[in-house]
T-cell receptor, first 117, second 109 residues
Framework: GAVVSQHPSWVICKSGTSVKIECRSLDFQATTMFWYRQFPKQSLMLMATSNEGSKATYEQGVEKDKFLINHASLTLSTLTVTSAHPEDSSFYIC?????????????FGQGTRLTVV | RKEVEQDPGPFNVPEGATVAFNCTYSNSASQSFFWYRQDCRKEPKLLMSVYSSGNEDGRFTAQLNRASQYISLLIRDSKLSDSATYLCAVNSGGFKTIFGAGTRLFVKA
């Protein structure tokens, strides 16, 4: 299957700092990537849809100025959590759609566990 | 109403049992359907896609009912290693994948 690499796998940061998470499709081109957040024992919640070369589309209730998404190339999308606070501590996962196989399953990165102290 | 709904469980079953999960979706225009498995603190892994004709992979059978807008997953002869959270996923407009809350399964010896 297709490979999506997410980095870092875990990060601990101080309250008020910003954290950048990268999501790369290694063996396919992804016009569209998705960012999810998952709190303990809860479902994956879609935060935003990232489209190469255009602005991300955010789900209702997700602050676009706090969660900055950049999708500058067909293989890389980044999520920056700005001015992170303890309530932002969560598991963040990206997924990507193969541009050439749009109606198939999305491929997930390994996830990033963010802890804000 | 949530776009994709699942019974969160947990389902506690003995080894060898048959267990079934259902998942309902609200968007009648949805095109693709999937079951994922998620182990604790890991990313979801695709278990199987769900086709209109139904599909089977070993002990796992998935079915789609478009008229009633639900998908199902049947696990036969449960193993201890089947213990996990099972997420249904639906591709709606714009190819967004929306997940259900997940159903937790515990298989006990």
């Amino acid at each position: 299957g297709a490979v999506v690499s997410q980095h870092p796998s875990w990060v601990i940061c101080k309250s008020g700092t910003s954290v950048k998470i990268e999501c790369r499709s290694l063996d396919f081109q992804a016009t569209t990537m998705f960012w999810y957040r998952q709190f303990p024992k809860q479902s994956l919640m879609l935060m935003a849809t990232s489209n190469e070369g255009s602005k991300a589309t955010y789900e209702q209730g997700v602050e676009k100025d706090k969660f900055l998404i950049n999708h500058a190339s067909l293989t890389l999308s980044t999520l920056t959590v700005t001015s992170a606070h303890p309530e932002d501590s969560s598991f963040y996962i990206c997924s990507a759609l193969d541009r050439d196989r749009m109606n198939t399953e999305a491929f997930f990165g390994q996830g990033t566990r963010l802890t804000v102290v | 109403r949530k776009e994709v709904e699942q019974d969160p469980g947990p389902f506690n079953v003995p080894e060898g049992a048959t267990v079934a999960f259902n998942c309902t979706y609200s968007n009648s225009a949805s095109q693709s359907f999937f079951w994922y498995r998620q182990d604790c603190r890991k990313e979801p892994k695709l278990l199987m896609s769900v086709y209109s004709s139904g599909n089977e992979d070993g002990r796992f059978t998935a079915q789609l009912n478009r008229a009633s807008q639900y998908i199902s997953l049947l696990i036969r002869d449960s193993k201890l290693s089947d213990s996990a959270t099972y997420l249904c996923a639906v591709n709606s407009g714009g190819f967004k994948t929306i997940f259900g809350a997940g159903t937790r399964l515990f298989v006990k010896a």
